[in-house]
């Protein structure tokens, strides 16, 4: 993705946000003392890029745009390219 204009970056940032609300939730039915009790697994494993590091990054990078902070053209190398090809062509 290098030499992407930051409008181009914009809109990759807005296409990931609508894929990172989906990671998937498993529940489980468990008893504590006797008690029923059920936990909601949430599978990070299951995240577009498979890791919850991705919000993490996704917000940092949101408010660096938001705040004017990144201007001209944006570059990325090594593992981060892959994680936002998922947010699908631009």
């Not at 006797?34 to 599978?43: S, T, V």
């Amino acid at each position: 993705m290098p030499g992407q204009t930051l409008e181009h970056f914009g809109y990759l940032l807005d296409r990931f946000e609508t894929l990172l609300g989906r990671t998937p939730i498993k529940p489980i039915e468990i008893s504590v003392q006797g008690q029923p009790r059920r936990i909601d697994l949430k599978l990070e494993s299951y995240n577009i890029t498979g890791s919850i590091k991705a919000r993490t990054a996704y917000g940092l990078v949101r408010g660096l745009v938001d705040d004017g902070v990144l201007q001209n053209q944006i570059t990325t190398q090594g593992n981060s390219p892959p994680s936002w090809d998922c947010a699908g062509p631009g």
